[in-house]
């Protein structure tokens, strides 16, 4: 079945570095999500990906949706201790909102 | 952001009882809703689909006769856990698609 490559696994880096994170694919998504969670929470929606090669910011997040529709990353700049958490990419091939989610990426901050 | 509301958010239950967990869209309709499970430092592994006035579709591997699915209103999807055992505890979470997918917040199951 369809499976997404997240790395790194964890991170660990000091206080306002920049933060760069990716998810691979051998199958095709339409859509690219990526979601942080903290502990016992939910996944919290950070930025969508509908359309091949496109770039997308949020704040101190940005994200591209790779053009061969099989790739992303999500890059955090200047980081700040809030930022702690678990992030998970996922990709959807169909409208229906089924998702396949990567490893996710454990991110520490070091004061 | 949509907003989906997922409860309860933790539940302890004793080895044999049934557990039902409610996911609701609180401002939007959901006529698909997905279950999700998510064990320790793990990933999100999707369990099955939830859709409004017909079954749930399973994913491989899941029994569908324990984790029993209702989504009976365009607003709320139900997961019950039947004659749990210690294997089923684990964080359930319910998402539904508001042109992205929201997720609730997650309900920790404890079967002792």
Known sequence: GQQLNQSPQSMFIQEGEDVSMNCTSSSIFNTWLWYKQDPGEGPVLLIALYKAGELTSNGRLTAQFGITRKDSFLNISASIPSDVGIYFCAGSSSNTGKLIFGQGTTLQVKP | ?112
Not at chain 2, 14 to 40: H, N
Not at chain 2, 79 to 104: K, M, Q, W
């Open chain 2, 1 to 112: 952001g949509a907003v989906v509301s997922q409860h309860p958010s933790w539940v302890i239950c004793k080895s044999g009882t049934s557990v039902k967990i409610e996911c609701r869209s609180l401002d939007f309709q959901a006529t698909t809703m997905f279950w999700y499970r998510q064990f320790p430092k793990q990933s999100l592994m999707l369990m099955a689909t939830s859709n409004e006035g017909s079954k749930a579709t399973y994913e491989q591997g899941v029994e569908k006769d324990k984790f029993l699915i209702n989504h009976a209103s365009l607003t709320l999807s139900t997961l019950t856990v039947t004659s749990a055992h210690p294997e089923d505890s684990s964080f359930y979470i319910c998402s539904a698609s508001a042109g992205a997918a929201f997720f609730g917040q997650g309900t920790r199951l404890t079967v002792v």
